[in-house]
T-cell receptor
Framework: GAVVSQHPSRVICKSGTSVKIECRSL??????MFWYRQFPKQSLMLMAT?????????EQGVEKDKFLINHASLTLSTLTVTSAHPEDSSFYIC???????????FGSGTQLSVL | DAKTTQPNSMESNEEEPVHLPCNHS???????IHWYRQLPSQGPEYVIH???SNVNNRMASLAIAEDRKSSTLILHRATLRDAAVYYC?????????????FGAGTTVTVRA
């Protein structure tokens, strides 16, 4: 099946720094990728839709200047958490749409801890 | 998006079947029923999906009620590796964005 690789799996950073998370579709091209956030014991919350070659579409309440999304190629989308604060600590998950069968394939997630 | 309702949790013994119900009384004619599951500290993974007819794959079976207002995911022989949160999600087929909205899901516990 299609594979989505997400890196890093875990990151700890100081408050005020920026963190970049990468999401790669390894064996297929993904014109659309999605970024989710998940707090402990809660469900996934969609943050934004990332379209290759165009600006991301953010869900209501998600700050686009804080969560920068770049989808420069058909196999790579990045999420940068700028000026991270402790309340940004969360599990971030990406997914990619596999157009061959219309399924979504998810990365293994990135646990971000901001001190 | 049409809403789904699932029980918060279910328990099963290893090697016994698990039936996970999902109610979606406001489903529209073009909504597909998708199931994903999330193992601890992992991203979700696709399980199965269907529109009207029952579906089978190597992971599970999906039984869809005739009126499509409910469905049941069936794990035929639960293993410890099936312990996860199972999400029932409706996706409107004609929509181009393919966004999936996750609810609370059902937490499945498998006893050895």
């Amino acid at each position: 099946g299609a594979v989505v690789s997400q890196h890093p799996s875990r990151v700890i950073c100081k408050s005020g720094t920026s963190v970049k998370i990468e999401c790669r579709s390894l064996d297929f091209q993904a014109t659309t990728m999605f970024w989710y956030r998940q707090f402990p014991k809660q469900s996934l919350m969609l943050m934004a839709t990332s379209n290759e070659g165009s600006k991301a579409t953010y869900e209501q309440g998600v700050e686009k200047d804080k969560f920068l999304i770049n989808h420069a190629s058909l196999t790579l989308s990045t999420l940068t958490v700028t000026s991270a604060h402790p309340e940004d600590s969360s599990f971030y998950i990406c997914s990619a749409r596999y157009t061959e069968n219309e399924k979504l394939f998810f990365g293994s997630g990135t646990q971000l801890s901001v001190l | 998006d049409a809403k789904t309702t699932q029980p918060n949790s279910m328990e099963s013994n290893e090697e016994e079947p698990v039936h996970l119900p999902c109610n979606h009384s406001t489903i529209s004619g073009t909504d597909y029923i998708h199931w994903y599951r999330q193992l601890p500290s992992q991203g979700p993974e696709y399980v199965i999906h269907g529109l009207t007819s029952n579906v089978n794959n190597r992971m599970a079976s999906l039984a869809i009620a005739e009126d499509r207002k409910s469905s049941t995911l069936i794990l035929h022989r639960a293993t410890l590796r099936d312990a996860a949160v199972y999400y029932c999600i409706l996706r409107d087929s004609p929509r181009g964005d393919y966004k999936l909205s996750f609810g609370a899901g059902t937490t499945v516990t498998v006893r050895a």
